[in-house]
């Protein structure tokens, strides 16, 4: 079984990260499949850290995907050559809009909180809007109301409780003193936005062991491994910090990020007291298992 996971990645390291979590759902299920991050992230080398094939293509403009110019992009060449019995597209539903139908293999959307915006655009030859009849199954992947009909399930974390260090192993490999409690501050978002929340949060300093990670420095991934060794995290409110931090239930800070489509603030103040158990990445592969 090939699968393809299609995701942009302009900014940070989001988007990749949820292509990990799907790989390491699979191989914690032990299913044997050919399963591929294709992307234009330049965070894609965080996927070597646990082993999951990636394929790097450069970004290109939304421009390039009217239907004039689709069928010339290096994604729809790249795409098709694969040639995938299962494609995963996270959020990017404009680059396959105008050739979904020509694909033969079964498709998977997956729809976090984005303002209804994302889902039309004018092209000057065509405006277009997401049709979600295109594909097999939508999913939402974390609770939020959209413009259309989605299948909820949990969100995608990368790992499962059992799967990260203990509290003792996660402070033995930092380094850090058992006696004192600590606080992990782990944050990306855009360039420039670490050394800034840093300085702001530089008083926690007098209280707790401080360590500081953000991917744009090859920081500590996969930094949820060793949340154990928190008594406070301090990270980003965009979809992988804010639901590593739910899943564990720990006590945080976020400090949300400017984004065009998406709003911290609101996960923040819709999705703060929800709680799950179940690993939406292992409930979206027993949903591919059974397409």
């Known amino acids: 079984m090939k699968v393809i996971y299609l995701t942009s990645g302009a900014t940070g390291s989001g988007r990749v990260v949820r292509g990990i979590s799907i790989g390491n759902a699979f191989r914690r299920k032990e299913i044997e499949c050919d399963y591929t991050?294709?992307?234009?992230?330049?965070?894609?080398f965080l996927a070597d850290s646990l082993n999951i094939k990636h394929l790097d293509i450069p970004l290109e403009d939304v421009e390039c995907f009217s239907q004039k110019e689709c069928q010339d992009t290096i994604f729809y060449q790249t795409l098709l050559s694969q040639n995938p019995e299962i494609i995963i597209v996270d959020l990017?539903?404009?680059?396959?809009h105008h050739f979904i139908n020509e694909l033969e293999c079964k498709k998977i959307f997956l729809?976090?909180?984005?303002?209804?915006?994302?889902?039309?655009?004018?092209?000057p030859d065509n405006p277009i809007s997401f049709q979600p009849e295109n594909y097999d199954r939508v999913l939402a992947i974390e609770?939020?109301?959209?413009?259309?009909?989605?299948?909820?399930?949990?969100?995608?974390?990368?790992?499962n409780r059992d799967e990260i260090l203990s509290r003792d192993d996660a402070i033995s490999e930092l380094k850090l003193n058992p006696n004192r409690e600590v606080c992990i501050l782990s944050y990306s978002g855009h360039p420039g936005d670490f050394k800034r929340v840093k300085k702001t949060y530089s008083y926690l300093e007098d209280l707790y062991q401080m360590v500081y990670t953000t991917t744009y420095?090859?920081?500590?991934?996969?930094?949820?491994?060793?949340?154990?060794?928190?008594?406070?995290?301090?990270?980003?409110?965009?979809?992988?910090?804010?639901?590593?931090?739910?899943?564990?239930?720990?006590?945080?800070?976020?400090?949300?990020?400017?984004?065009?489509f998406e709003s911290g603030e609101r996960r923040i103040r819709e999705c703060q007291e929800y709680s799950f158990n179940e690993n939406g990445a292992d409930q979206l592969i027993d949903i591919i298992m059974n397409l």
């Open 37 to 44: 991050i294709l992307s234009g992230s330049r965070f894609s």
């Open 92 to 96: 990017i539903w404009f680059t396959l």
């Open 111 to 123: 729809c976090r909180q984005v303002d209804d915006s994302f889902f039309s655009i004018d092209f």
């Open 143 to 159: 609770p939020f109301k959209g413009n259309f009909t989605m299948e909820s399930i949990n969100p995608l974390v990368l790992r």
């Open 217 to 260: 420095e090859e920081g500590i991934f996969p930094v949820m491994d060793y949340y154990s060794a928190s008594d406070l995290i301090v990270c980003g409110a965009g979809y992988n910090s804010f639901w590593e931090v739910i899943y564990l239930n720990k006590e945080a800070i976020f400090v949300p990020t400017g984004a065009i």
